[in-house]
């Protein structure tokens, strides 16, 4: 082989391993904390074919999720609950990264599924500023007893006080049970449909 050819070669694999290096280095994560006094159960599903297996997360722990890019767009969730019974409402963090060109972290913190606590409030903190690229990238506070909580995607279909989308290298982080007052959000329903 020449000189040139090897040279080449070896400069194509350093392009390809450092691309797969930017793009897990880029890639943000999604966690769940138990702010709780008390324990609850999450379980980290996989959408189209995962199971919910829920694990106890005692209080000042966490579930920690790569966001990864899943075939036909689907995505993961973090479903949290304050009792172990089986087929109780969860509340939960949906996800779903797009590496194609628009390269979008789609997310929201539902309680589609139950406002479960709807009485300890709730906040959903995201590591990347709001910008004209993306106007719906912020968190979401739920204060106590706020039901439903304006911030949440509560009904299916609710794009406009639920959704957000913000780069792909984006991390959220939810935390049940904790209420910040100072975190700062756009006014509650000008959320636009995530494209």
Known sequence: MSSSKTTANVALLLFAFFSLLV?????????AWNDCSYSV?????????????????????????????LPNGDGYT????PTNTPNAPVTQIE???????????HFDLSTVAGAV??????TMYVDEPRNSDFPTCYGAVCRAGENPCQYAYTW??????????CS???????????????????PPGTGAKVE
């Open 156 to 165: 299916d279909g609710d794009s406009k006080h639920g959704e957000r989308a």
């Open 78 to 81: 973090i479903m949290c609950k």
């Open 168 to 186: 792909t290298r984006a991390s959220i982080q939810w935390h049940m049970c904790l209420v910040d007052e100072n975190l700062s959000l756009p």
């Open 41 to 69: 159960y999450c379980a980290v599903v996989k959408e189209n074919g995962g199971v919910a297996n829920f694990q106890e997360v005692r209080p000042g722990n966490k579930v920690t999720v790569d966001i990864m890019s």
């Open 23 to 31: 793009t897990q280095v880029y890639a943000g994560t999604a966690t």
């Open 117 to 122: 606590f709807v009485n300890d409030g709730m």
């Open 95 to 105: 996800f779903t990264r797009n590496d194609d060109t628009t390269r979008r972290l």
